[in-house]
């Protein structure tokens, strides 16, 4: 799974039933662009080698200042704001059984839908210690 969160508490969450690649990296990069049609982002995101590759390089480069990166500090969850989504997600289906993938699959996709439905909580994951700089 992949998502991201803004601080107005929006969620975008992607989900497949494989590995990410760099391709569907730019997928999803152009999936928040289209909702952010008219605003410059910034994307703060971890150092992970799919996020520094040479199709995510390629698709900036043709968007000069339309995306802007700032890569969180190597090894530091605690600063994600997209870790506290695991995380509830985590917690809302613990000492659950699922029969199969689309079992699971649809009981992550309604807890998702839950967060869609409370913007207040997802804002709320922006006000950690840890967190707070990004909207300070």
């Known amino acids: 799974m992949i998502a ?10 992607a989900g497949q039933d494989q590995s990410f690649t760099s391709e569907d990296i730019v997928w999803f990069l152009k999936k928040l662009c289209g909702r952010y049609r008219k605003r ?6 971890d150092g992970a080698a799919i996020h520094r590759s040479e199709v995510v ?9 339309r995306i802007h990166l700032e890569r969180l500090p190597a090894y530091s969850p605690q600063l994600n704001p997209v870790e506290l ?19 699971l699959t649809i009981a992550v996709m309604d807890r998702v839908k839950c967060l869609e439905r409370d913007p207040k909580l997802v804002q709320a994951f922006f006000s950690k ?3 707070a700089f990004m909207t300070d």
Request: hydrophobic share 45%; charged share 30%.
């Open 4 to 13: 991201a969160i803004a601080p107005n508490g929006r969620i975008y969450v």
């Open 85 to 103: 989504v695991w995380s509830q997600l985590k917690r809302s289906l613990k000492n659950q059984v699922f029969a199969d993938l689309e079992d």
């Open 129 to 131: 210690k840890e967190i």
């Open 40 to 45: 410059d982002m910034i994307v703060i995101w």
């Open 57 to 65: 390089k390629a698709f900036l480069k043709e968007r000069p200042g």
